[in-house]
């Protein structure tokens, strides 16, 4: 069994830009069978739920726009579309993610579909809400703290991380479970190495003490069941 004390490094395959392309639709449909099975969605159901109960335009008929950053296919989307049409009809999703073959795969309409750098995009752009769902793992800590303060200027009402706590349980869930299910040979590697590249709480505490702190935010973390982290953030006056 590998170490925890320290971020693992160590480059998925699916990060590889060589990764074959024959390959990308069968390991987005394993890591996505993968998630549900872990818990899925429902921290992120909850948060979008609550946003749009206290969304103060709701009267006027302005819908909120949601930003899935680092979306993939577009999973988070389809899962609100089909399993909780109430909240889908109430928002519009920005599909945001560098891969437009996977943009093209997402099942179910959105508002817009944006082929871009998730940094390139939430450094220019002011979306009601932003939600990435397993995504930070995937970046360095530097890019993570550098994430966060584009959040905080940028995002007008809330934002939300929800990603793998670093903890030997979960590195053996994961590795079993792919395994058990006879998934991808990609998602069997880069599963358990998900878990190597996931966070403490310490991290994200560093994280969001080093981030560029814009006048009038909340942050929140807590620890969600399965080994997942929610981080949010909450704007105390909604940005005009």
């Known amino acids: 069994m590998p170490q925890f004390n320290t971020r693992s490094s160590q480059l998925e395959l699916i990060d590889d830009p060589n990764f074959p392309e024959e390959r990308v639709d069968r390991t987005y449909r394993d890591m996505a069978r993968l998630n549900r099975s872990l818990g899925g969605y429902w921290a992120m159901v909850a948060w979008l739920r609550n946003q749009i109960r206290n ?17 993939g296919n577009g ?13 889908y009809k109430e928002v519009d999703f920005i599909a945001v993610d560098e891969n437009p073959d996977a943009l093209a795969k997402i099942p179910v309409p959105v508002a817009e579909k944006v082929a871009q ?77 998900s878990v190597q590249r996931g966070f403490s709480k310490a991290d994200w505490r560093g994280y969001l ?8 935010w909340h942050h929140a973390l807590l620890w969600e069941p399965l080994f997942r982290w929610k981080i949010t953030g909450n704007r105390l006056k909604h940005k005009g």
Not at 55 to 71: E, I, M, P
Not at 75 to 87: A, K, Q
Not at 145 to 150: K, M
Not at 209 to 216: C, K, L, V
Request: with cysteine; hydrophobic share 40%.
């Open 55 to 71: 969304n103060s335009q709701r009267d006027s008929g302005q819908r909120l726009k949601v930003a899935d950053l680092g979306c």
């Open 75 to 87: 999973d988070f989307i389809r899962h609100v579309h089909l399993h909780h049409p109430d909240l």
């Open 117 to 193: 750098n998730l940094m390139d995009y939430i450094q220019t752009e002011e979306p009601d809400l932003a939600v990435l769902s397993l995504v930070t793992h995937h970046l360095p800590d530097e890019a993570i703290i550098e994430l966060v303060s584009a959040m905080n200027r940028n995002v007008r009402t809330s934002w939300l991380v929800v990603d793998l706590h670093r903890h030997p349980l979960s590195w053996l869930g994961i590795a079993t479970l792919s395994r058990l299910f006879r998934m991808e040979p990609a998602v069997i590697h880069d599963g358990p190495l």
């Open 209 to 216: 003490d080093q981030a560029d702190h814009a006048e009038g």
